[in-house]
Every structure is written in structure tokens, then in C-alpha cells.
């Protein structure tokens, strides 16, 4: 197999960049470990949870913004305790986990209006682990068993002045929920009243029940979901010797669950879909037999390292911002570079080219109404394009070894072709203008 090396992005400033790897740290870092990361696009601001209280040598109390130049204490931050495990921006405002001491309640949850921190209510009674807005509402998930004053375990909705619940059959732990074919589907920790461990389940309208088929083994746990070219892909830790298909990460087509190249050798803590390819952080060495250290990236077919660096500590969080790669978790450096728990990567990715993706050929180059398709070697059963975000925009049946896929009501940009042929998946760049 020949691998190629391509720039996707590049520094500003090229020939004065002081970190020859590409990683490069914010600032002089964080104290400790970061769990949580989101990024306000429309401000230009980075924000950072975690178990930190300080930001180079700023109080920060387990939450905090970069700028690009420089730290934010947001307004004192999480003051009862330096603990953040969700962060999210709901009605113009910052949401956040943590336990905040506002007035006389010191519940967790709390909002962030640009000066000062103020609660949701009640708040919830135990730890945030997801924070999402769906349809006008912001959706919380965690472990907790009251919120607003209610009984509610595990999963609620705040729509800025009250709170609903949900009755979730089950016990402990939600860690993440997806929608996924219009079923809300939750993964966890959590269990059912008999003690018999669940940890993946969906409501199907009426009831909550396993999703296919619960999580076997008594540790096993899910940490993260999310959607890539159409098919739900969860991680946590659970092993195939107890029963799973997969190891530590499984692939659900609405059917079956599915093993996705052999696994990893520990935990996965989070995904992000980036041109077309999956990009998963955790606890972790190895993903399908490749050593990739704590982020790697599946491409559909096969397992590979995300930069030719290895991080080697935790990797809670990812994230994509200004064509530069964010990663934030327990580790200290990278390579040489100190880069204390949160780091950005400006460097060349590697990505690898397949036998099979050398022989498909795509004009015109760029194209403007339709894309030709030629494989003078073998048919192709199926087509599909993604944009950027993984989003899927068309999928067709061809079975053929050449045709044409209009392509006319695209918006100009980059795009990813998948195409399903009898040797597996291929994967294309196009650009439409």
C-alpha cells in the first residue's frame, strides 16, 4: 500500500514557525486536564472545561476562552469546583457544566452571559456529561436524578426560564444521545431495574429499550456517538470477548451492529467528522492493529494515524476551527513540544491512498454540472457524496464502470465522492465551482 502526503492546511506565517511537528500549544496551557471544548465560530472564541483552575497563570476555575492571543477567566469560572464535562452556547449565552455557588443554590448547570454566571433554575442535582440544543431547546444528559426540583433522571430540557423531564426507565449515567432515523438513541453507563447493565438504548415512541442489543460486560460503558456517511458509530469500552462486535467502537446501519476495523486496544472518548473521515480521541494506542497513539482516524475501510506525531495521554475532545485541528485531554506534550493538556495542529495530515482509489478517475476538475466517473478496472455498485461536515447530499445506485452524476445544485466548495465497489469502499475529493 502506497501512502501520500498532502498539505490541507497551512500557519499564516510558514517560514517563522517556531514548532517544526505541527502542534502547536495555546498559550502556556492549562494546570490539568481538559474534558470539554467548544468553539464559538462567530466570535472567534475557544472554549475549555476540564479539572484546570489555572490558564497560563490565570484563576480560571475549571472553564476557559481563548482568544488567539490570550486566556479568559469567564467571570471567575466554576468557583465551587474545577470540574467541566460540557460546554455549549444556548440563546446567545455560554452553558456549562460545573457546580456553581449563585445565591443559595449551588446546583449544577449554569449560564455565562458575557459578565457574570447565573443557574438554570434549580439546575440538576449530579454532573452534566452533554449539553445540545435541538429544536429550540437545550438538551442535558448526565448523572443526575432531580432537575428544576423534579424528579428526572438522567436526561432533561431547559428552554431558557423552565425545565422538562423525561422518564428514562433506566439507572446512573447518560453520557451522550444522538438522534439518529428519527429515534432519540442514548448511550451510557446506566442500568435497568433488575441491575442488568444496558448502556446503549432508543425510544421507540412509547418505550426505551436496547438498541439492538445492550453493551455485554460488566465495566463496558459508551462515552460518545455521532453519525458518519449515514450509519451511527459509538465508542466507550466494551470488548468483542464479551460478546460486543466490536472493540471499544461499533457501527449500527439501523440493522446490526457492525465491528469497525478491528477496534482499538482501550477506551474511546469522542468523535469528529472532518473531509469525509472519521477522527476518534481516547485512551487508547493501537485502532485495527496501527499505532496511532490517542487519535486516529477511519476512513471507511481502514485504520491510520491523524499526523505523523503521536499524542501519548488522553484525548477528551476534538474539534476544527479556522483550518486548524484542536485537541484537548490529559496530555502534557507532544513530541517535544510542551503543550499542557490543549493543542492545535497546523501541519500537513497524512492521508492513504488504496489500490483501488488509484484506478477511478474523476473530470472535470474542477467540474461545474456533472462529474464524470470512470474505473476501467471494476464497477461501481454505488455513489455518494458528503460535503465537509460528513453531511450526506446524494447517493445513487450505478453499477458501472463508467457515468455521470450531476452534480448542477451543489453550492460551490469541496466535496468527498464514497464509492461502493467490489473491493470496498473508495474515497475521491471534487470540487464543484
Given at each position: 500500500?502506497?501512502k501520500?502526503?498532502i498539505?490541507i492546511?497551512?500557519?499564516?506565517?510558514?517560514?517563522?514557525?517556531?514548532?517544526?511537528?505541527?502542534?502547536?500549544?495555546l498559550?502556556n496551557?492549562?494546570?490539568?486536564y481538559?474534558t470539554?471544548?467548544?468553539?464559538?465560530?462567530?466570535?472567534?472564541?475557544?472554549?475549555?472545561?476540564g479539572r484546570f483552575?489555572l490558564?497560563?497563570s490565570?484563576?480560571?476555575?475549571?472553564?476557559?476562552?481563548?482568544?488567539?492571543?490570550?486566556w479568559?477567566?469567564?467571570g471567575?469560572g466554576n468557583?465551587y469546583?474545577?470540574?467541566?464535562?460540557?460546554?455549549?452556547?444556548?440563546?446567545?449565552?455560554?452553558?456549562?457544566?460545573?457546580r456553581?455557588?449563585?445565591?443559595n443554590?449551588?446546583?449544577?448547570?449554569?449560564s455565562?452571559?458575557g459578565?457574570?454566571?447565573?443557574s438554570?433554575?434549580?439546575?440538576?442535582n449530579?454532573?452534566?456529561?452533554q449539553?445540545?440544543?435541538?429544536n429550540?431547546?437545550?438538551w442535558?444528559?448526565g448523572?443526575?436524578?432531580s432537575?428544576g426540583?423534579n424528579?428526572?433522571?438522567m436526561l432533561?430540557t431547559w428552554n431558557?426560564?423552565?425545565?422538562?423531564?423525561?422518564?428514562?426507565?433506566y439507572?446512573?449515567?447518560?453520557h451522550?444521545?444522538?438522534?439518529?432515523?428519527?429515534q432519540?438513541?442514548?448511550g451510557g453507563n446506566?442500568?435497568?431495574?433488575?441491575?442488568?447493565?444496558?448502556?446503549?438504548a432508543?425510544?421507540?415512541g412509547?418505550?426505551?429499550?436496547?438498541l439492538?442489543?445492550?453493551?455485554?460486560?460488566g465495566?463496558s460503558?459508551?462515552?460518545?456517538?455521532?453519525v458518519?456517511?449515514?450509519?451511527?458509530?459509538?465508542?466507550g469500552y466494551?470488548?468483542?470477548?464479551n460478546?460486543?462486535?466490536?472493540?471499544c467502537?461499533m457501527r449500527?446501519?439501523?440493522?446490526?451492529?457492525f465491528d469497525?476495523?478491528?477496534?482499538?486496544?482501550?477506551r474511546?472518548?469522542?468523535?469528529?467528522?472532518?473531509?469525509?473521515e472519521?477522527?476518534?480521541?481516547?485512551g487508547?494506542?493501537?485502532?485495527g492493529g496501527?499505532?496511532?497513539?490517542?487519535?486516529?482516524?477511519w476512513?471507511?475501510s481502514?485504520?491510520?494515524?491523524?499526523?505523523p506525531?503521536?499524542i501519548?495521554?488522553e484525548?477528551?475532545?476534538i474539534?476544527?476551527?479556522q483550518n486548524?485541528l484542536y485537541?484537548?485531554?490529559?496530555?502534557w506534550?507532544?513530541?517535544?513540544?510542551?503543550v499542557?493538556?490543549?493543542?492545535?495542529y497546523?501541519g500537513?495530515?497524512?492521508?492513504?491512498?488504496?489500490?483501488?482509489?488509484?484506478?477511478?478517475?474523476?473530470?472535470?476538475?474542477?467540474?461545474?454540472d456533472?462529474l464524470k466517473?470512470?474505473?476501467p478496472?471494476i464497477?461501481?455498485?454505488s455513489s455518494?457524496?458528503f460535503?465537509?461536515?460528513g453531511?450526506?447530499?446524494?447517493n445513487?445506485?450505478?453499477?458501472?464502470?463508467?457515468?455521470?452524476?450531476d452534480v448542477?445544485s451543489?453550492?460551490?466548495?469541496l466535496?468527498f465522492?464514497v464509492?461502493?465497489?467490489p473491493?470496498?469502499a473508495?474515497?475521491?475529493?471534487?470540487?464543484?465551482?
Amino acid at each position: 500500500m502506497k501512502k501520500i502526503f498532502i498539505v490541507i492546511f497551512y500557519f499564516s506565517v510558514r517560514s517563522s514557525y517556531p514548532f517544526p511537528n505541527g502542534w502547536q500549544p495555546l498559550g502556556n496551557g492549562l494546570s490539568n486536564y481538559a474534558t470539554s471544548m467548544y468553539i464559538d465560530s462567530n466570535n472567534n472564541l475557544i472554549y475549555v472545561g476540564g479539572r484546570f483552575d489555572l490558564a497560563d497563570s490565570i484563576d480560571v476555575n475549571g472553564i476557559a476562552a481563548w482568544d488567539g492571543n490570550r486566556w479568559d477567566s469567564l467571570g471567575g469560572g466554576n468557583v465551587y469546583n474545577q470540574l467541566n464535562f460540557a460546554i455549549t452556547k444556548y440563546q446567545n449565552q455560554i452553558y456549562s457544566d460545573g457546580r456553581f455557588v449563585l445565591g443559595n443554590t449551588s446546583n449544577y448547570g449554569a449560564s455565562f452571559n458575557g459578565i457574570s454566571w447565573d443557574s438554570l433554575g434549580d439546575g440538576v442535582n449530579g454532573p452534566i456529561y452533554q449539553m445540545k440544543e435541538i429544536n429550540g431547546d437545550l438538551w442535558i444528559s448526565g448523572f443526575f436524578y432531580s432537575a428544576g426540583g423534579n424528579n428526572c433522571s438522567m436526561l432533561a430540557t431547559w428552554n431558557g426560564a423552565t425545565w422538562n423531564c423525561f422518564n428514562v426507565p433506566y439507572l446512573n449515567a447518560i453520557h451522550d444521545f444522538h438522534f439518529y432515523n428519527n429515534q432519540l438513541v442514548i448511550g451510557g453507563n446506566f442500568y435497568d431495574s433488575l441491575g442488568n447493565n444496558v448502556d446503549i438504548a432508543y425510544y421507540d415512541g412509547l418505550n426505551y429499550q436496547p438498541l439492538g442489543h445492550r453493551i455485554y460486560g460488566g465495566t463496558s460503558y459508551i462515552n460518545a456517538m455521532t453519525v458518519f456517511r449515514g450509519d451511527l458509530y459509538v465508542g466507550g469500552y466494551f470488548l468483542t470477548a464479551n460478546g460486543n462486535e466490536g472493540n471499544c467502537i461499533m457501527r449500527w446501519d439501523g440493522n446490526q451492529w457492525f465491528d469497525v476495523g478491528g477496534g482499538m486496544d482501550n477506551r474511546v472518548d469522542c468523535f469528529y467528522v472532518l473531509n469525509d473521515e472519521l477522527l476518534v480521541g481516547g485512551g487508547f494506542h493501537y485502532a485495527g492493529g496501527v499505532y496511532t497513539g490517542n487519535l486516529a482516524k477511519w476512513n471507511g475501510s481502514q485504520w491510520s494515524e491523524v499526523t505523523p506525531s503521536k499524542i501519548l495521554g488522553e484525548v477528551y475532545a476534538i474539534d476544527y476551527f479556522q483550518n486548524e485541528l484542536y485537541v484537548a485531554g490529559g496530555f502534557w506534550t507532544i513530541d517535544s513540544v510542551t503543550v499542557n493538556h490543549i493543542a492545535k495542529y497546523t501541519g500537513p495530515l497524512e492521508i492513504v491512498e488504496t489500490d483501488i482509489t488509484k484506478n477511478i478517475f474523476l473530470s472535470p476538475s474542477p467540474t461545474h454540472d456533472h462529474l464524470k466517473i470512470t474505473s476501467p478496472q471494476i464497477n461501481i455498485h454505488s455513489s455518494t457524496i458528503f460535503d465537509i461536515t460528513g453531511k450526506l447530499l446524494l447517493n445513487k445506485e450505478t453499477n458501472a464502470g463508467s457515468f455521470q452524476l450531476d452534480v448542477s445544485s451543489l453550492a460551490a466548495g469541496l466535496y468527498f465522492l464514497v464509492l461502493d465497489t467490489p473491493k470496498g469502499a473508495a474515497v475521491k475529493k471534487f470540487v464543484k465551482e
